[in-house]
């Protein structure tokens, strides 16, 4: 094994029924999730036990969008190690304590598991004990980011799933708000303001940026989701006795007033209060949007299944954009979390779920959407058919939440579209 740095750097409202589809799929594996939360969880390492594969995956990931001090690298399982040649064991335990011993500032290690050593069958809950004992000052925990097991945003949630159990029990009676799913700290910090304003509080946000800081879970915790891929987690919440507030996504002005509010009302913020506080950032988030709608209106837009995030986003295109959705695919529809979500889609629309490649394709192409947003993979070919495309992980990559970032969103699906126009001109 060696190792590889990386470089610096419900039911729908709608009326249609559901396609479920179990085919070839063309979505990133969960390992990706870690370009975000190395980010967001800023003394934690993340060690890939992977290929040479798994290193150029995330390398090209984290290496084309995020400039950080690298926080992840990859322990190589080499041929000697697939042949039985080598205790992959040993090599991972000596592999932990180069990383640790160059980085003492690392105050949590994730064994992140790939397809190579799930395939090899290495006991990654076993390592991660044994490392525990090992290093005192450091907890080390474990989560897959397989190909085989997850899909993209999913390695965020398996990820959180195996911080939960680490959560101190809160006393029956502290009442206190949890926000879960990685935020970009800039949106967490607008939320902060607005909570304090609304008098919404003690607020709590998981992952925090310390891995040390982790909030106390138990009956009285209310939380709020702020992304739509965290469905473990939010089982294992359910089961330390949290109630979820539900709400759509904040995303869009409509969506984060609609979750804001979701946390007002449980609170029993008047209605009076909660305009007033809005009054101001939902006013700058509807100006941002008005410019994107002439772009947008009428554009029939295809979302292929890749982050998780199509519901909430295909619903912010519609809802506040006009824009027209031909199907909406998604990885998995997570009823429960989206049933503020779903009712609120126009009638008619096709969603999907899971993915036959082959077959999205052929309803894409014979559909001809003015935007058809997919991941890197399908993109340029679809492009070379000539439609406009949007990266999706763009959209995971950059802080789309809240009233702030409304614009900023908007311009995510804008953007090629008027690309597209300037080159017909051309
Ligand atoms: S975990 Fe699997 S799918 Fe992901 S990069 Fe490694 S080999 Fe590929």
Redesign the pocket.
Known sequence: MSMALAPAPAEQGCDTEVLRERGQREV????TGIVWLHRKIQDAFFL?V??R??A???QSAAGVMIFAEPRFATAVIEERDLAGMADANEELDRVAAQVLARRPDIKTLFLV????SEVIKLDLARAAERLNAQHANVRVLNYS????ETTFTEGEDTCLEALVPELPEAPADERALLIVGALADVVEDQFVRLFEKLGVGPVRFFPARNSEDLPAVGPGTRYLLAQPFLGRTGALLDGRGAQRIAAPFPMGAEGTQAWLRAAAEAWGVSADHFDSVIAAPRARAEKALERYRETLAGKRVFFFPDSQLEIPLARFLHEELGAELIEVGSPYLHRQHLDCELPRLPSGVQLSEGQHVDSQLDRCRQARPDLTVCGLGLANPLEAEGLATKWAIELVFTPIHGFEQAGDLAELFARPLRRRDVLRLS
């Open positions: 990133f594996c969960g390992l890939i992977g290929s594969t798994c150029h995956l995330m598991g790939s397809c190579p980011g397989s190909g085989i």
